[in-house]
């Protein structure tokens, strides 16, 4: 039997291309997101790439709780079983305007951490119904070290990687796996201006590196890509002292 794929921000760059690959191997999909017309435009392209069936779920906002449980709702009902659940969405924020207006610091936590929280439970309770499932959520490097670059949306990703920790300590004695994906720069319109560089990859490398995360590992935490491990422990590593000086 085919695997069932439901995707929250089904619309980010990141995730079309990880669609592309589980409709390669013919697999039912399932789209949420805000926008109507642009799920219905994926949803002919993934069919077209082999997908064997496609729905869509759209008016899936994160800002709002009633459309996040909804949304989980009307999928279960329609689709019954699901195997794998991939939280794509996310915001990166102005940081200097979210050190100034609390509506825009209010929105990054929203989006990027209390809105995924809350759809995890729903996803979480769902999948212990169900016996099985993976829940890959698509979180970020930036989450593992504070920045004054990105602090905001950072501590939103790094508050997500510890209650994911938790999750997973929660829900896998149930047979249940969360999988944490971790993606350094990739190139979506969410870096649209930020300046390019060697540790840039694309959206599509970057769809088949979380398919593969998805389908093929039995790891808990998985970088995008696995380079970044060896940066990150590096970064992580250096006290914070000499860490507070430089200009990141
Ligand atoms: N790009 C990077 O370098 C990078 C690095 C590390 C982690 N990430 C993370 O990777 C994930 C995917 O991002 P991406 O790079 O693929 O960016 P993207 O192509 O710009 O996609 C962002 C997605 O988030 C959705 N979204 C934003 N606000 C929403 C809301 N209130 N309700 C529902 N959906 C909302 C957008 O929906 P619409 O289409 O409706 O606007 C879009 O589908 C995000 O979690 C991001 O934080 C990105």
Known sequence: MSDTVLIFGATSAMALHTARNFAAQHANLALA???????????????????????????????????????????????????????????????????????????????????????????????????????????????????????????????????????????HPKGIRVLTLLPGFVDTPMTRDVPKGPLFISAEKAGSLIHKAMTRKKADVVYVPGFWRVIMTVIRSIPEPVFKKLKL
């Open 33 to 171: 997101g805000r926008d109507r017309q642009r799920l219905e435009a994926l949803a002919e392209d993934l069919k077209i790439r082999g997908a064997q069936q496609v729905e869509i779920f759209p008016g899936f906002d994160a800002e709002d709780e009633t459309t996040i449980l909804k949304t989980v709702e009307a999928a279960w009902k329609s689709l019954e079983t699901i195997r794998h659940v991939l939280i794509a969405y996310g915001t990166l924020p102005d940081q200097s305007k979210a050190e100034s207006d609390a509506a825009v610091l209010r929105s990054a936590v929203e989006v990027n951490y209390f809105s995924v929280a809350g759809l995890c439970h729903a996803v979480a309770d769902r999948m212990l119904e169900q016996g099985s499932g993976t829940l890959s959520v698509i979180s970020s490097v930036a989450g593992l070290r504070g920045r004054q670059s990105n602090y905001v949306y950072g501590s939103a990703k790094g508050g997500l990687n510890l209650f994911l920790q938790g999750l997973r300590n929660r829900l």
